[in-house]
């Protein structure tokens, strides 16, 4: 079984992709059961994105209310998607799932487009699929330690983890969601609720209205709506583009 959480579609490619190639099971944590039972020999996956360092918000709240029937011969892998940097991701996977009594074998990641458009640019459509066909090469490095039961954290450029209690602050700060705005050019089409993963939007008057003081921050409302016309922050999403992984829908 591999749990996943997307925002724009990487860590549900990266899922997939490893899914399809060891023969296992993808399953969004949006819709997937909180109880499971494992085979004896089978592998337990976890892929998600990284936010501000560290597991998003979302999937920290669902491993949290995972149970799980196990045995020591599961291996148990986690794959952080990033930007510029996993952080301390991995150690924060082996810390939340040592709290539900689960031993993390293996930590993985896997560089993608930065989404986080407030800061980073996609705007330019042969840098971003540079960065994916580059990506290609270090998921099927991942699937082959996968495939061999790897142990050890190995992804890249990580922080130490003690600087968590200042970017866990910081992660708080930009959950807000007053920080989203919504441009004229909205249609009201209702996209962005339908697809927000903690039902934090709703249309009202032909305009989404974010009705949750905070949310996941996984700006699936804004890389998905057709106008483009979900903003966050400082204006700079906007020059900055929008982004969905070409091989999946989210």
Not at 12 to 22: F, P, V
Not at 94 to 123: C, E, H, M
Not at 149 to 155: A, I, R, V, Y
Request: hydrophobic share 35%.
């Amino acid at each position: 079984m591999i749990y996943y959480f997307s925002g724009t579609g990487n860590s549900k490619y990266i899922a997939e992709r490893i899914a399809n190639t060891i023969g296992d099971k993808a399953v969004s944590i949006e819709v997937a059961e909180r109880k499971v039972q494992l085979n004896e020999d089978e592998a337990l996956g976890f892929v998600a994105y990284t936010a501000w360092f560290q597991i998003p918000p979302l999937m920290r709240e669902f491993i949290n209310n995972l149970e799980v029937g196990m045995s020591s011969k599961n291996y148990v892998y986690y794959v952080a998607s990033y930007g510029s940097t996993p952080g301390f991701h991995g150690e924060d996977a082996r810390r939340t799932l040592a709290g539900k009594g689960i031993i993390l074998d293996a930590s993985y990641s896997v560089k993608q487009p930065d989404t986080w458009t407030p800061i980073f640019d996609l705007s330019n459509p042969a840098a971003v699929a540079r960065t994916n066909e580059e990506a290609e090469k270090q998921i099927t490095a991942v699937i082959a330690h996968i495939q061999s039961h790897n142990k050890g954290n190995h992804t890249d450029r990580r922080w130490p983890y003690f600087i968590k209690p200042f970017t866990a602050r910081l992660l708080a700060r930009e959950c807000q969601t007053k920080h989203f705005y919504v441009e004229d050019t909205c249609i009201g089409c209702g996209l962005c609720a339908k697809k927000c993963p903690v039902q934090a939007i709703e249309i009202k008057d032909k305009r989404p209205v974010w009705t949750k003081p905070e949310c996941t921050l996984c700006f699936r409302c804004l890389h998905h709506c057709p106008n483009f016309a979900i903003q966050y922050g400082n204006g700079k999403t906007k020059q900055h583009g929008q982004y969905r992984n070409p091989h999946v829908n989210v």
